[in-house]
């Protein structure tokens, strides 16, 4: 199989020939259709993930929409011809989906969304995970919340929005230009610019000065300090899932607020808690066959060949949606 590989940091993916991989027990072979380029991809090529702990010789791609290709011993829930999605390697050692074929921990895939094409299949794993950590696992989002999203318009915040809408949230998110805030618009939140508003002007806009039950921060930085001053008194949570710089609890404090991290790779670094990804994605697929979970998607999508465009795409901050490369094309 054809597969781009990693020979070195902050150099140019290189395309190599690879055996084709044959699945284990417990284990599933997909034939890998399109595999979603995140940010954190990037970083990992750049040399700068450390803590997704993925070093050269490597095959990098942590998002993926497939078909089952073998199934190895001991593996009931998927048959050869499944359509499934997943968020499966390109971390911790584990080869990831920049490949004609993966060998991956069926715990950690579901059927791919029968509304949804392979490329907008794959643009879900990542992003979907994270949000439905936050929101569900951590801040117990239900009917009638507050949730404020911070990046709502970003590849983690555009899934999030939708998933607080569905599950009956009075959603808001910030962005910082036109078009962010028109997406956002268009998923059916209130958009907030964060550019023309401070943190107390918005508040006291939207919440009437109380602060908003859930926020979910995916920008990191000021934007989380900001949620520690907008978070409601006493019953509000706020999450981040890059709250990794230094920050004074004393505002969430003072407010007796409560906060909670969010690390979606743990699985795949540990092997604990596996099976929860995939229940997390088949709740992704019922949304999206419900027509309340809509991936975005950059408007061209890259062969193999063309990887490095794509993860320079992605660099750049100029992608329109998610970046997809088409391993087999």
Aim: hydrophobic share 45%; glycine share 14%; with cysteine.
């Amino acid at each position: 199989m054809r597969a781009a590989v990693l020979t070195a940091y902050n150099s140019p993916l290189q395309i190599h020939e690879l055996p084709d991989p044959t699945p284990g027990p417990e284990e599933v072979v997909v034939r890998v259709e399109a595999s979603a380029v995140n940010p954190l991809d990037t970083k990992i090529r750049r040399g700068e993930g450390a803590h997704a702990k993925m070093a050269p010789p490597a095959v990098l791609g942590i998002d993926m929409a497939g078909v089952v290709h073998a199934v190895g011993a001991g593996v009931d829930r998927f048959r050869v011809g499944d359509e499934v999605f997943g968020m499966t390697g390109g971390i911790g050692g584990v080869p990831g989906s920049l490949a004609g074929l993966v060998a991956v921990d069926p715990r950690l895939i579901a059927h791919k969304p029968a509304a949804l094409s392979m490329e907008e299949a794959a643009a879900l794993p990542l992003g979907f995970i994270t949000s439905w950590e936050g929101l569900v696992d951590r801040a117990g989002v239900t009917t009638g919340r507050q949730v404020l999203i911070h990046g709502g318009a970003g590849g983690v915040g555009f899934l999030a929005v939708q998933l607080a809408l569905a599950r009956g949230a009075h959603v808001f998110a910030t962005g910082g230009n036109p078009a962010s805030l028109e997406t956002i618009r268009q998923t059916g939140a209130t958009a907030i610019d964060y550019t023309n508003q401070t943190v107390d002007q918005y508040v006291e806009e939207y919440t009437g000065g109380e602060g908003f039950d859930i926020i979910v921060d995916n920008v990191g930085g000021a934007a989380l300090d900001a949620s520690f001053t907008a978070v409601k008194c006493y019953t509000g949570h706020v999450v981040s899932a890059l709250g990794w710089g230094a920050h004074s609890l004393a505002t969430l404090s003072f407010r007796g607020a409560t906060y909670s991290g969010v690390f979606t790779l743990l699985p795949l670094l540990t092997g604990r808690g596996r099976e929860h990804h995939g229940d997390i994605l088949a709740h992704a697929a019922a949304l999206a066959d419900s027509g309340r979970l809509i991936p975005r998607l950059h408007s061209t999508a890259f062969p193999l060949d063309d990887v490095n465009d794509a993860y320079t795409l992605v660099e750049n901050g100029t992608s329109t949606g998610k970046v997809i490369v088409l391993p087999n094309l």
